[in-house]
Every structure is written in C-alpha cells, then in structure tokens.
C-alpha cells in the first residue's frame, strides 16, 4: 500500500495530492501545499475530503458495488454540509457517487470538467477530471483548468455568504 492507503488521509503521499494539495493552500484551504504523512502538520480551513469509497478496492478501481456499499457514508458526509456548499467531484466516480448519495439521477447531471451543477438547495457540485498522475502527465488535467474550477468555487462561495 502507499498513498492514503498507507497514510489513512485522502490524496496524502501520492501523486494525486501534489496538485490537490498545492490548489488548496493556494486557495487557503489548507496550511501547507504539501501532504507527505499523517502526521504532517498540515491542518484544512472550511474545507472537507472524503471519498465516495472506503475500502481499498482491487487496482485502485471501484466498481459499482463498492461505491453502492459506501454511499450511505458518503449521504452522512454531503448532509452535514452547510447551505451554500461548494462539493467538488474529482472525476466521473466521484461525480456519479454523489449523484447517488444525494438521491439526484444521473441523466439530469453530466460530467464535464468544469461543469457546474446546481443541487437547489443553495449547493452547488463543481466536476474536475481526477488528479491522478496520468491525467496531469498527459495534461488532460493542467494546473490552470484545475484552478479554473477553484475559480468558479471561490464565486459560488462569496455568492452565498461563505
């Protein structure tokens, strides 16, 4: 195991985290814009991780099973969400996981990188592609669409008094 399958946090000591990690402190969500251990003092601000799966799946790859098992976790997590709330999906996974876990049907909510969809509740889901070391590698995902969507976060938050 390495990443946060060793570390227990998300996106901490593998590659996904670089650019997840630099983006949020650069936003100020976190302390430091690098996250190497658990035990590194980096601390978040206004800011939540969670994954729609809790186990480790086999190559890193839910499938749909897994992700239906966790998605009362993931419901717990998306209701203590404040009025107002920023929800950023981290690929199309993330995206359907939270579809699901609210209850919203897929048809009405494409995935796109940098789609922005409005929950009706004052929420809004904001989709990124993944940061996964080969969507940077072959920049389908670069540092400025990633920011892009901090971007059009950072608007929806100071629309709605966040």
Known sequence: ???????????????????????????????????????????????????????????NKPVPGEVKNCQPYLAADLAALPKGAAILALGRIAHEGTLDALGLRRRDFA?????????????????????????????????AMFRSVFDAISVHLAGHGS
């Open 1 to 59: 195991m390495h990443g946060a399958n060793a570390t227990g946090r998300p996106f901490t000591g593998d590659f996904a985290g670089i650019l997840l990690y630099e983006t949020l402190h650069a936003y100020g969500y976190a302390s430091s814009a690098l996250s190497r251990t658990q035990h590194d003092p980096l601390t978040l601000h206004d800011c939540r991780i969670t994954n729609c799966v809790k186990c480790l799946p086999p190559a």
């Open 111 to 143: 995935f796109a990188h940098g789609a922005v969809h409005d929950l009706g509740d004052g929420r809004a889901l904001f989709d990124s592609y993944h940061c996964s070391r080969y969507n940077t590698n072959t920049r389908r995902l670069t540092p």
